[in-house]
């Protein structure tokens, strides 16, 4: 009888990496190529991949990743003076720290007007929500589906935040979502808060934990692969000659239009999206999952244009929504509805309210579970002597406060003066089995009573089928009582 | 072997009543007697007990409640237009709203001065807090040990809030406790929000329902007797004309001072009291216990010099506390911690922290029980139908989209749209054992996936010994990965 075959694991992965398709896997070109990381992740151009197949492109990855088992690739070398440069990616350094210096040194010459101003405002939120309504939940989560027009201004407008392109993006977002907190996580927030900020941008990452997901879904949009394959002039046009162009043909400021909405809105946004990747991995709570960084923050939603609510994002990663409260902070969501009211979107995905609550439900048992270890619940049964009745005579002779009570019996001597319901009546108790008068033989004891109880509890009565909960059994006894009665009564 | 001998019931009873002692019983005599019911419900005046002796006076309960079993009793009988003044306590009545209601009418002619208002505030909080203070946490429940200026204090201007006399009230509260919620107790909240508001002081009560306290601990207390003996000239002495004297010497306005700081004051310190067994068994929330009516609400607690957090009395109610955070209301507990500073009480007792914990934890379960039972998790593993292997080859057949992960066996078909980790992925895994590719191989799916996966449950693989809870299995194995992966590497 055959077993049942298990998923080829390596088959699997290679589906999950996308190079088991011999599909147009195109990189950027050239200087593009070598923009964000790609080339250095990738080690390839487009013209050297239409040589290689994909075979040989897996095989080239496991040899340098062999190759850097032995070796030590510069990323695990300490810094010293003669290689610290090495560690460094000038080209990231270039684009997201050097160019906001010249914008700042540009400022002593080029002042900010108003009019400029609120140009920069707009495409900054232009820009913004073209990486996280476009770049993010379209592209890399495939929450919904975009018309062109929709898909075009996003290629466009999120060129401009200076980024890199949808298909390097989306592919290193899908890489953090699939391998979060480990190694293979570009922006890993266990490296610490500047690395999974901006640190790991700046700096070469390691090869040998370079990583692949599938983006094939991306590359079949031919507005993905114009974007990526012209990225560089489509990045400088609209980053920086576009604004200055508006700037100039309104309120003929050329200059202004270039460094404020240009340079400094780009930063804004890089900052902005920075922050997804370090402050909500570090400061929120997490209703949804704890075995995991992600956190929600009102915070860092209103510095996100809206992408706070990162612990439900990476639990339910395909959802379109961030926030799923009225009053929570998340423009994204509603740009993305708007355009689906609008017939530019449609397919918005959601995760069901019930899988939802579920985590929330569980995370909250979690932290229940946490606080009731942290209580005295008194000894369990199990851990307790049994005596027989015999021995219950024998101890209580010498023993004062010994009360039997649902086949426990329990040390009341420390509670006498301390009794809500008085010295007499658990004085009488002493020595006896107080069953039927603790349970509303006398008085039905509250939950509060039978907790304290349990603190006391010394030993059990041999055979007397003795359970954890006597609140349960007093309230069950009860209620058959009252049961009876009526009976009786009719 | 004898068996361990029980707590006599009906002797416990009488010690819970106090029927077993033959201590100095004292009952109002004459018309203070019949005052607040006193009379009506034990029949009984301090001649008639001198006499008798304590077994008598059970005897006497018994008989009136035998005879009461066959025969109606008045509060048995609808109202008809014949018997209802018979349904009525007059005495009650002419206090509690006859009385204002000539302060209505008085106020025709004698005008209030903000100086005999200001008096009738003092005199209200005065009096107010000797309910609170006084008659409830000192004297009722014992919750602290009062020195005799403040007893004399509370004694006094408790009188002239006019609520009956110390031992009746703390008497009747004490039922209030033990019986809450149930025919014994005197203002029933089930009855509806009026009776337990102030219904139950103008009709008459039923005595088949009447029960008894042990009070000897009040009257060993000579401040108690004496107020109980003297209570109808204190009271009118304290309510009216001692407020009324003060306004004549102060602002020379004895009327003033007999209206307002003594007929409107003594009307609304009692519907504050009455607002204790109503409101607060009818309006808030239930943080500690939900088996029975009482609840907290901040609103309660203002109109109530903080006895507002009932539930929490309720099941704790020898804790000289009604709230516990700083930021809730109740100036009782105020007052009560700056007697014992300034050495006018000690002996303060509170619940530990642990069982109050212990109570808002068990409440907080309930909560998560009930919402788990609400959510879908799909099918329990021993509901579902046991295959052998051959089986879900069968099955596999003709049935696309079967999936085995963890030992169980899950009809994915509907999901393969909605799978976030692409349809490729899981096509991949139809008809075969997906465990190792699910749990990490190729992606460690979250605690999201494994909820989700549950609700696709179809059937379990014969021996796989599959567990419920999918997603502790993936952690456990991760970590035995991970555990396996550093020792190879040491
Ligand atoms: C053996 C351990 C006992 C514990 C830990 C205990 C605990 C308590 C507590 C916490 C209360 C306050 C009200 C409540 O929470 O329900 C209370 C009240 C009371 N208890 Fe006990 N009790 C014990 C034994 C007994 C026994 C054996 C009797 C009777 C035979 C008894 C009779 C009463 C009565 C009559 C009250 C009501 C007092 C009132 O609410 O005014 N208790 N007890
Ligand atoms: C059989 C039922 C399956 C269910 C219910 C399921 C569910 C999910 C869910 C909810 C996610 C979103 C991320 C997360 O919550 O962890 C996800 C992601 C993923 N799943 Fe599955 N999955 C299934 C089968 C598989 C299989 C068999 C594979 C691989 C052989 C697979 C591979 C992946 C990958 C690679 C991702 C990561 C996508 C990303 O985060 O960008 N899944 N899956
Ligand atoms: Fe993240
Ligand atoms: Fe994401
Ligand atoms: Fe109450
Ligand atoms: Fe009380």
Redesign the pocket.
Same mark, same amino acid.
């Given at each position: 009888m055959s077993s049942v075959e298990s998923v080829d694991i390596t088959m699997a992965n290679s589906v999950a990496a996308g190079t088991n398709k011999a599909t147009r896997r195109i990189v950027a070109s050239g200087i593009g190529g070598k923009l964000m990381g790609t080339k250095s992740m990738t080690q390839v151009t487009a013209e050297e991949l239409a040589r290689d197949s994909v075979a040989q492109l897996l095989a080239k990855d496991k040899a340098l990743q062999q190759k850097y088992k032995k070796e030590k690739h510069i990323s695990e070398q300490p810094w010293t003076s003669s290689n610290w440069y090495q560690h460094i990616n000038w080209l990231n350094t270039a684009l997201v720290l050097a160019v906001p210096l010249v914008g700042c040194i540009a400022t002593k010459w080029v002042k900010p007007t108003w009019q400029t101003l609120a140009l920069a405002f707009v495409m900054y939120v232009a820009s913004g929500a073209s990486i996280t309504a476009g770049y993010?939940r379209l592209w890399?989560?495939r929450s919904y589906r975009g018309r062109l027009p929709v898909r075009l201004f996003y290629a466009l407008f999120g060129a401009s935040a200076i980024e890199g392109s949808i298909k390097w993006w989306g592919h290193s +977002?899908r890489l953090?979502?699939r391998y979060t907190d480990t190694d293979r996580d570009p922006y890993d927030a266990r490296k610490g808060f500047w690395y999974s900020h901006i640190g790991w941008m700046l700096l070469v990452p390691n090869p040998r934990f370079k990583a692949r997901a599938d983006i094939s879904d991306l590359v079949d949009d031919w507005v993905v692969r114009v974007q990526h394959r012209h990225y560089l002039a489509i990045m400088l046009f609209m980053a920086f000659i576009f604004p200055a162009l508006v700037a100039k043909y309104f309120f003929n400021d050329f200059w202004g239009g270039f460094v404020y909405a240009g340079i400094f809105k780009s930063f804004f946004i890089q900052q902005a999206t920075f922050c997804v990747n370090s402050l909500a991995h570090w400061i929120g709570v997490q209703p949804y999952d704890d075995t995991r960084t992600p956190r929600d923050h009102v915070l860092t939603a209103f510095v996100t244009f809206g992408e706070g609510y990162h612990n439900f994002? +990476?639990e339910f990663?395909s959802d379109y929504r961030n926030a799923l409260k009225w009053y929570q902070y998340d423009p994204t969501k509603v740009i993305i509805w708007i355009t689906s009211k609008i017939g530019l979107a449609y397919n918005l995905k959601r995760f069901s309210q019930n899988a939802i609550d579920q985590c929330v439900l569980q995370q909250k048992q979690k932290q229940l579970d946490k606080q009731r270890a942290k209580l005295n619940w008194g000894p369990q049964l199990g851990d307790l002597p049994v005596w027989e009745k015999a021995e219950f005579f024998e101890h209580a002779k010498n023993q004062k406060g010994l009360v039997i009570i649902s086949g426990i019996v329990h040390d009341c001597s420390e509670f006498l003066t301390e009794h809500p319901g008085g010295q007499a009546l658990l004085k009488t108790s002493f020595g006896k089995d107080a069953t039927v008068a603790f349970n509303g033989g006398v008085y039905a004891h509250s939950n509060a009573a039978h907790n304290l109880l349990a603190t006391m509890r010394v030993a059990v009565i041999k055979g007397s089928g003795a359970g954890n909960n006597t609140y349960d059994q007093q309230i069950k006894a009860l209620a058959e009582k009252t049961r009876k009665l009526a009976e009786k009564a009719e």
């Amino acid at each position: 009888m055959s077993s049942v075959e298990s998923v080829d694991i390596t088959m699997a992965n290679s589906v999950a990496a996308g190079t088991n398709k011999a599909t147009r896997r195109i990189v950027a070109s050239g200087i593009g190529g070598k923009l964000m990381g790609t080339k250095s992740m990738t080690q390839v151009t487009a013209e050297e991949l239409a040589r290689d197949s994909v075979a040989q492109l897996l095989a080239k990855d496991k040899a340098l990743q062999q190759k850097y088992k032995k070796e030590k690739h510069i990323s695990e070398q300490p810094w010293t003076s003669s290689n610290w440069y090495q560690h460094i990616n000038w080209l990231n350094t270039a684009l997201v720290l050097a160019v906001p210096l010249v914008g700042c040194i540009a400022t002593k010459w080029v002042k900010p007007t108003w009019q400029t101003l609120a140009l920069a405002f707009v495409m900054y939120v232009a820009s913004g929500a073209s990486i996280t309504a476009g770049y993010h939940r379209l592209w890399s989560h495939r929450s919904y589906r975009g018309r062109l027009p929709v898909r075009l201004f996003y290629a466009l407008f999120g060129a401009s935040a200076i980024e890199g392109s949808i298909k390097w993006w989306g592919h290193s +977002h899908r890489l953090h979502h699939r391998y979060t907190d480990t190694d293979r996580d570009p922006y890993d927030a266990r490296k610490g808060f500047w690395y999974s900020h901006i640190g790991w941008m700046l700096l070469v990452p390691n090869p040998r934990f370079k990583a692949r997901a599938d983006i094939s879904d991306l590359v079949d949009d031919w507005v993905v692969r114009v974007q990526h394959r012209h990225y560089l002039a489509i990045m400088l046009f609209m980053a920086f000659i576009f604004p200055a162009l508006v700037a100039k043909y309104f309120f003929n400021d050329f200059w202004g239009g270039f460094v404020y909405a240009g340079i400094f809105k780009s930063f804004f946004i890089q900052q902005a999206t920075f922050c997804v990747n370090s402050l909500a991995h570090w400061i929120g709570v997490q209703p949804y999952d704890d075995t995991r960084t992600p956190r929600d923050h009102v915070l860092t939603a209103f510095v996100t244009f809206g992408e706070g609510y990162h612990n439900f994002h +990476h639990e339910f990663p395909s959802d379109y929504r961030n926030a799923l409260k009225w009053y929570q902070y998340d423009p994204t969501k509603v740009i993305i509805w708007i355009t689906s009211k609008i017939g530019l979107a449609y397919n918005l995905k959601r995760f069901s309210q019930n899988a939802i609550d579920q985590c929330v439900l569980q995370q909250k048992q979690k932290q229940l579970d946490k606080q009731r270890a942290k209580l005295n619940w008194g000894p369990q049964l199990g851990d307790l002597p049994v005596w027989e009745k015999a021995e219950f005579f024998e101890h209580a002779k010498n023993q004062k406060g010994l009360v039997i009570i649902s086949g426990i019996v329990h040390d009341c001597s420390e509670f006498l003066t301390e009794h809500p319901g008085g010295q007499a009546l658990l004085k009488t108790s002493f020595g006896k089995d107080a069953t039927v008068a603790f349970n509303g033989g006398v008085y039905a004891h509250s939950n509060a009573a039978h907790n304290l109880l349990a603190t006391m509890r010394v030993a059990v009565i041999k055979g007397s089928g003795a359970g954890n909960n006597t609140y349960d059994q007093q309230i069950k006894a009860l209620a058959e009582k009252t049961r009876k009665l009526a009976e009786k009564a009719e």
